[in-house]
């Protein structure tokens, strides 16, 4: 049998550098079903990895789309049903103090949602979302949501940061906005695939590690004489790359064999994005030892790259992260 062709062609990475253009990769992405654990999870996150290689910020608009298009996917929707809300999608599942959303049923069993939800990422540009909230019994559920202005209104004049600069982010008042409820409640975080997609958000940060690997590589290569201190960074590099790209191929085989479920499967996603996380931290260090001030302050593709990393990859929380891993692994062998 012939190879499945790429999910992601060179013509598509080619053609990623707006928003828009990213949203347009993302549909045609998820019309193919690409959700994880659906036995081309490696080629899924390859994908995610290639585009973000070639933009972070493409890569961040994708990833949004994929993984809502997969949950509505995994809670029984078709694509005509999930087009039939929203083209493009993003998902809204952070809380913060102050900034609460509260869903409420009629009685003729229509949903609703008002308040405020933090941190949502090109709230102003995709046509809807899924977005968390505790029902009228308090649980908490997921629901989807068209973004229509008449009762979404998103506020992205705050967003200050000079990475993923593309990609704002900012709190979204709802108001009386028409809810569809999607799986039962506390269906969409008790779900293997709530912590798989934290997987695919790795691979994106892995993309963008490669890009700044070859940025360094590329440089020794140029110099007449590269000496051991740009090949030790150059081979620095490499071992945490590949450590990287281990763990993910290992996590993307076990997903589609089945092995990625509840505790264990929390364990893998853990110990995956800590590794990931890791690499390129070890990445953006390398890389600026190595090349010093001068692509930070000439060349926007790489000083824009580098601002991004940092920024994406701070959606691992580091060491509070590496001690709920801790945790799992103490809990004992059911979690191995």
């Not at 999608?89 to 405020?116: F, H, K, M, N």
């Amino acid at each position: 049998m012939a190879p499945a062709p790429p999910l992601v062609s060179a013509a598509a990475v080619a053609d990623v550098s707006t928003v828009d253009t990213a949203l347009d990769t993302a549909r045609r992405l998820a019309a193919e079903d690409t959700r994880a654990g659906t036995g081309r999870t490696a080629e899924l996150w390859s994908a995610l990895a290639t585009l973000a290689a070639r933009d972070l910020e493409a890569a961040r608009a994708v990833e949004p789309h994929l993984d809502a298009v997969g949950i509505l996917r995994d809670a029984g929707w078709d694509l005509d049903r999930i087009e039939g809300i929203g083209r493009t999608w993003g998902v809204y599942a952070s809380e913060a103090p102050g900034a609460t959303v509260a869903a409420s049923r009629s009685a003729d069993g229509s949903w609703t949602l008002d308040g405020v939800k933090p941190w949502c990422s090109l709230a102003g540009t995709v046509d809807a979302a899924l977005i968390t909230a505790p029902d009228n019994d308090g649980e908490r559920r997921l629901f989807a949501v068209r973004l229509d202005p008449d009762h979404a209104l998103a506020d992205h004049s705050g967003w200050r940061a000079r990475g993923l600069a593309g990609i704002p982010s900012g709190p979204l008042t709802l108001t009386d906005a028409p809810a569809e409820p999607v799986g039962e409640p506390g269906w969409y975080l008790r779900r293997d695939g709530f912590r798989w997609g934290g997987i695919g958000v790795a691979a994106c940060w892995f993309g963008g590690a490669v890009a700044l690997g070859r940025s360094v590589a590329d440089a020794a290569r140029r110099h007449p004489d590269p000496g051991a201190i740009r090949e030790m960074q150059v081979g620095a590099v490499d071992e945490a790359l590949e450590s990287a790209r281990a763990v993910l191929l290992d996590a993307a085989r076990q997903v589609d064999a089945g092995r990625a479920v509840g505790e264990r499967g929390a364990l893998i996603a853990a110990r995956a994005r800590g590794v990931v996380a890791r690499a390129v931290d070890e990445v953006l260090l390398r890389a600026g030892h190595a090349l010093g001030p001068a692509p930070l302050a000439l060349d926007d593709e790489h000083s824009r790259r580098v601002a991004d990393l940092q920024l994406y990859v701070r959606q691992h929380h580091a060491e509070n992260d590496q001690a709920s891993l801790g945790r799992r692994i103490l809990r004992g062998p059911e979690a191995r």
